[in-house]
């Protein structure tokens, strides 16, 4: 039987580590979910961003662990298609200019158990700094899954279009499957 592990972010920032190596992040098993408001606050808007590709390189102290995530603009879907055309369009994401976003991410030196990745989210050529909170990562010989959170805010990098039509805020919740080289 695998051994598996897990890490769930405590106070004192210990438990278990992942096991060292290099993963591949599985698109098909991998998801990243938003929520958010619209019509200035009143309607709920819920969908996803697919994850195109993306590794994360586990290394001994954890500080010098690595993650690195391709995101598809044009895989925004929120279940209403003539939204989901015009936030790709250009007043958005301008996904013909700007067809991929990308995450690289790094473990702060902390202790055994990551509880937080810090890194730079980049959007329509525009990065800013971001601190994903980390609710759990566990690990088995070949198989690491993790599950974050973080709230964007799209005018940090520059989409601005459709105040009060379009919230502001987004609250993302990230759900990873990754397999470790052998």
Do not use: W
């Not at 209403?80 to 790709?88: A, F, G, Q, W």
């Not at 980049?122 to 088995?140: A, I, Y």
């Amino acid at each position: 039987m695998a051994e598996q592990r897990t890490s769930s972010p405590a106070p004192a920032g210990r438990g278990p580590s992942p096991i060292v190596g290099d993963y591949h992040i599985d698109p098909g098993r991998s998801t990243i979910r938003f929520r958010t408001r619209a019509l200035f606050g009143l309607l709920p808007v819920r969908g996803t961003f697919m994850i195109g590709r993306g590794t994360i390189s586990v290394r001994d102290p954890l500080a010098d662990s690595a993650v690195v995530v391709e995101i598809p603009a044009g895989s925004f879907t929120s279940g209403l298609r003539m939204r989901d055309r015009h936030v790709r369009a250009a007043d958005f994401l301008d996904v013909h200019s700007h067809p991929t976003m990308s995450f690289r991410g790094r473990l702060p030196d902390q202790g055994e158990a990551p509880t937080a990745l810090h890194g730079d989210l980049t959007v329509r050529g525009v990065g800013q700094p971001l601190s994903l909170t980390l609710l759990s990562v566990t690990n088995t010989d070949t198989l690491l899954t993790a599950d974050a959170t973080v709230t964007i805010d799209r005018y940090a990098f520059g989409l601005t279009k459709g105040r009060g039509m379009a919230a502001r805020y987004l609250k993302i919740a990230i759900e990873i499957v990754a397999t470790r080289d052998t």
